[in-house]
Every structure is written in structure tokens, then in C-alpha cells.
């Protein structure tokens, strides 16, 4: 198969996280690949030492996006509202956290112990984030640690579970989670300003 272009690593990396998306971790495979990028298997191996190369920068771009995203996002300077506002952003799929992706690796973890376990690792980071985001708050460290954990685990349960509802409709419902994840009801000035930030 005669090469048309060259590919840069990023252009695998990018085919394969589709595939992962679209069909499994047990379609990430090179020759496959190549065929959809239209290239020979020299190309690939010009990028990477080997298949398990390719899959661990897959799990990296999945740690930058998703993990990165909700980290930065819980720790953003500013009030409660800001930090609450910008880690919805992410988890309705408005800023670099990809649900998709999320499912994907979850997937391919309950078939990989050794990355189940990092899974773990992974939403312990996670949940210890959004603990930190209700310092501010939540007085009471059991308290915070509980609320930290209903933030997160709804979350990974709405992505699991497939829930369809309009996004008019999940936006309007996060004024209302507010109450159930800080504490106290937000006040007309804080449900305007989570509404207009999650509407622009």
C-alpha cells in the first residue's frame, strides 16, 4: 500500500482513540489501523516502538483530558459558584473531559486488572479534588468526604448508564444539584451566575 501522506504520532494516536470509542480496546490493532489511515505498518513503527507504546499514550491523553480536566476545573481560584460551574463544564462534555473516552477506558479496564486498578488510584485523585473543592463549605471532613463522593459517583453513573436527557434540562437540574453537593440552596445571584456559565 503506497503511503499518500505522512502521519505525525498524533494521527494514530487520534484513530486509535476513535476505535477505542467506537469498538473496544480489542480493536486497537496496528494493521487495522494503517488500512484506515491508508498507510503501511512502517508508518506506525516510525512512531512506536510497539503496540503497548501506542496504548499507553492513549491512557495518557485519557489521564491529560479527563482526569486533568476535573483536577484543574475543582481547583480553579475563585468562589464555590466558579469551581462548580467549571467542573459541570466538563462533565456535560463542554470543555476537554470526554465522556465517551471516560466509558471506553472503564471498558477496557474490567478486562485489564492491572489498569482496573489504576482506575482506582485514578478516581480516588478525583474524588480527593472535589473534597477539596468544598473546603470552603463543608465544614464537617466526613461530611465533605461524602459529598465529594455523590458529586463523583453520579457522575460516573450518569456516563455508565447512558441517561439521555436535554441538555436545556440537565443544565437547569444543576442548580438543584448544587444544593444537594454544597449544602445549601445557591442564592438568586449564585443559580444566575451557574446558569449563565454553563450556558455560554
Not at 482513540?17 to 480489542?26: C, E, M, N, P, T
Request: charged share 30%; hydrophobic share 45%; net charge negative.
Amino acid at each position: 500500500m503506497a503511503e499518500r501522506v505522512r502521519l505525525r504520532a498524533d494521527d494514530w494516536v487520534a484513530a486509535a482513540l476513535d476505535v477505542l470509542v467506537s469498538d473496544g480496546i480489542s480493536a486497537v490493532k496496528v494493521l487495522p489501523l494503517s488500512k484506515k489511515l491508508g498507510v503501511t505498518r512502517g508508518s506506525f513503527y516510525w512512531h512506536f516502538e510497539n503496540h503497548e507504546a501506542l496504548l499507553n499514550r492513549l491512557l495518557e491523553v485519557w489521564e491529560d483530558t479527563n482526569s486533568g480536566s476535573i483536577i484543574r476545573a475543582a481547583a480553579l481560584e475563585g468562589s464555590i459558584v466558579d469551581r462548580y460551574v467549571a467542573l459541570m463544564r466538563c462533565w456535560l462534555g463542554f470543555e476537554r473531559f470526554d465522556p465517551h473516552l471516560e466509558v471506553a477506558v472503564r471498558n477496557w479496564g474490567r478486562s485489564n486488572p492491572e489498569l482496573w486498578q489504576k482506575l482506582r488510584a485514578t478516581d480516588q485523585r478525583r474524588v480527593d479534588a472535589c473534597v477539596e473543592m468544598l473546603a470552603s463549605e463543608v465544614s464537617d471532613p466526613e461530611m465533605r468526604l461524602h459529598r465529594a463522593r455523590t458529586i463523583y459517583f453520579l457522575q460516573m453513573g450518569w456516563y455508565e448508564l447512558e441517561v439521555d436527557v436535554p441538555m436545556d434540562d440537565r443544565i437547569e437540574a444543576l442548580t438543584y444539584y448544587f444544593e444537594i453537593y454544597v449544602g445549601r440552596a445557591p442564592t438568586a445571584v449564585e443559580r444566575t451566575e451557574i446558569l449563565a456559565g454553563l450556558r455560554r
